[in-house]
């Protein structure tokens, strides 16, 4: 482990101190670090000094400079924007939360100066974790057609509900009027379709759950099922454009768009200390067990 990239997308005013002092740290270090272009604009406006080092943009210049870990400095947004630049190069994240909730993004800051001697004795740890991939008779994130915790279906210009009809492998699902639907990952049953109702499910269980959105028939649930199914959605409603998302991306849709969603062919690797794991993180960011009684 030689070369880091710090990512980031701004810096808070409450920041700089402890950014400050996680530069000074890897400049002490053995590690060479590199800072992600635009972050770098932020540390710019923060008045933060660094050691400027080759531009990185593009996932070709991951490459160029043979980058070993990222380290995101933000929130669990922070990181699912870093997986469209990894996209397939197996490189791992490292989430450093600055933010509130965080369940991608799982160390504290008050652990970023001790983070970094995890890294440089290598004694952390990294996770396989699962995502969609989209395909389309149109053109549709073309140039990303994946994503790490979700992709959704919206209704847009128009207060009334939507119809999504969902196949799995052929075989016809239902067709759901609602608001709009969600089909999300593992990582993902902890973000939105959490929100909706969605159960939490653990990151290695290879599923997907379709999670509706403030739905008309009020029997309708969320439903899992394998990540090894072929899924197709179709849209229709009132309206001629419906909106759908793949992690922080958005496109237009129409009732012509005939989408396919697998699992992608790559995944996303997270790197994370010693001593964490999934059933810690949900404990401790969902306050189970913090009751009087207990």
């Known amino acids: 482990m030689k070369n880091i990239l710090l990512y980031g997308q701004t810096v808070k005013l409450t920041d700089t ?34 050691k400027d080092r080759s531009a990185i943009n593009t996932k070709d210049d991951l490459e160029t400079n043979a980058i070993d870990l990222i380290i995101t400095l933000g929130g669990d947004g922070t990181i699912l924007k870093a997986t469209n630049l990894v996209q397939d190069l197996d490189i791992p994240i490292m989430g450093i939360n600055m933010g509130r909730l965080g369940f991608l993004a799982n160390i504290e800051k008050s652990k970023i100066l001790s983070a970094v001697d995890t890294i440089i004795a290598g004694d952390f740890f990294t996770e396989e974790r699962s995502m969609l991939s989209l395909q389309s008779n149109l053109p549709l994130f073309e140039d990303m057609p994946f994503a790490l915790n979700d992709f959704t279906v919206h209704k847009r210009d128009t207060s009334s509900m939507i119809t999504i009809t969902v196949m799995v492998d052929d075989k016809y699902l239902n067709s759901y009027w609602a608001d709009g639907l969600i089909f999300s990952t593992p990582t993902g049953s ?10 939490i499910i653990s990151p290695d269980s290879g599923n997907i759950v379709i999670t509706p959105i403030a739905p008309h028939n009020l029997n309708v649930r969320p439903i899992v099922i394998s990540n090894d199914a072929e899924i197709s959605v179709t849209v229709e409603g009132r309206s001629e454009n419906f909106l759908c998302t793949m992690d922080s991306r958005n496109e237009t849709i129409t009732a012509e768009h005939k989408i396919t969603l697998t699992k992608c062919p790559f995944s996303t690797k997270l790197a994370h200390l010693n001593g964490t794991d999934f059933m810690q993180t949900i404990r401790e960011k969902m306050l189970w067990g913090l009751d009087k009684r207990n």
């Open 17 to 50: 101190g402890i950014i400050k002092a996680l530069l000074q740290k890897l400049e002490d270090s053995p590690l060479d670090y590199y800072i992600f272009d635009r972050y770098k604009l932020s540390l710019n406006e923060a008045s933060i000094e660094y």
């Open 190 to 199: 902890t973000g939105y379709s959490l929100s909706c109702g969605g159960p």
